[in-house]
């Protein structure tokens, strides 16, 4: 059967793709990406034939996926970051599936990850918080009234925010009304693991106005939660001394 393979390259270096996704963008006979989201570095790897998907809609998208899989071609839709986090995957699949086109999913780091690792943390840390929120604002698309930052904000749990550090000033209102004190800290990591990544720590009373003075409006990912800057947090137990698990006796 022919098959699509939804590829994702990372958050922007280029050696944070993996392994199986860069073998099949080398191979690629035809390789719909994501516009300026993926880097030069990892289109100069691509094979094939290369369409900017920047100004294209839905159906242009998977035609030109439908001819070159029915071809025969090796065919990858290139995401940013990982497909399966905001990357309209779901629709593209159900499209092509429909016309008989298998479609596989390669995952990629996404720029949670590489802002985290930047901020040299922990997401979750013990004693401090063992949940991540994932979410983004709403604002020229909807995002269900449940799911609004004040309701979130109510669990103190790492919050991570996408495709939003343009409305930060109402993501900072909405956290403080929820729960978190306005001293909690807050990240914001532009262009996560690219050239030139830009990180900004503070706190939510603080955070936008550093941001502001960075100049920072899109492509960034904020944090909020004590593991940004933990005043204190609990060592594992997993490595302490006492502690027994299926590989280790603790002692006393």
Not at 3 to 25: M, Q, R, S, W, Y
Not at 36 to 53: F, R, V
Not at 102 to 117: K, N, Q
């Amino acid at each position: 059967m022919p098959e699509v393979h939804f590829v994702g390259c990372g958050p922007g270096d280029p050696d944070l793709i993996t392994i199986k996704g860069a073998n099949l963008i080398k191979k690629a006979g035809t390789v719909v990406y994501s516009g300026s989201l993926i880097p030069q570095p990892i289109l100069d790897m691509c094979g094939g034939a290369l369409h900017d998907a920047s100004g294209m809609v839905r159906q242009q998208i998977t035609d030109i996926l439908y001819e070159a899989a029915s071809r025969g071609e090796v065919t990858v839709r290139l995401h940013d970051g990982d497909p399966t986090i905001y990357g309209a995957v779901r629709e593209q699949i159900d499209h092509l599936e429909e016309r008989g086109i298998s479609c596989v999913i390669i995952p990629g780091v996404t720029a949670m990850l590489s802002s985290a690792a930047a901020l040299r943390t922990q997401l979750t840390l013990p004693g401090v918080t063992q949940t991540i929120i994932m979410t983004r604002m709403g604002s020229r698309t909807d995002v269900p009234e449940r799911e609004s930052i004040e309701a979130l904000a109510s669990h103190g749990a790492t919050m991570v925010l996408y495709l939003s550090v343009h409305l930060l000033d109402r993501i900072v209102r909405e956290a403080v009304s929820g729960g978190y004190p306005p001293g909690t800290p807050a990240a914001v990591v532009y262009r996560a693991s690219w050239d030139d990544q830009r990180v900004v720590t503070g706190t939510l009373q603080d955070i936008p106005q550093k941001v502001r003075a960075a100049r920072i409006t899109r492509t960034a990912t904020i944090i909020i939660g004590e593991v940004v800057q933990p005043s204190s947090y609990e060592y594992s137990r997993l490595y302490d001394k006492t502690f027994t698990h299926g590989y280790r006796r603790g002692s006393a």
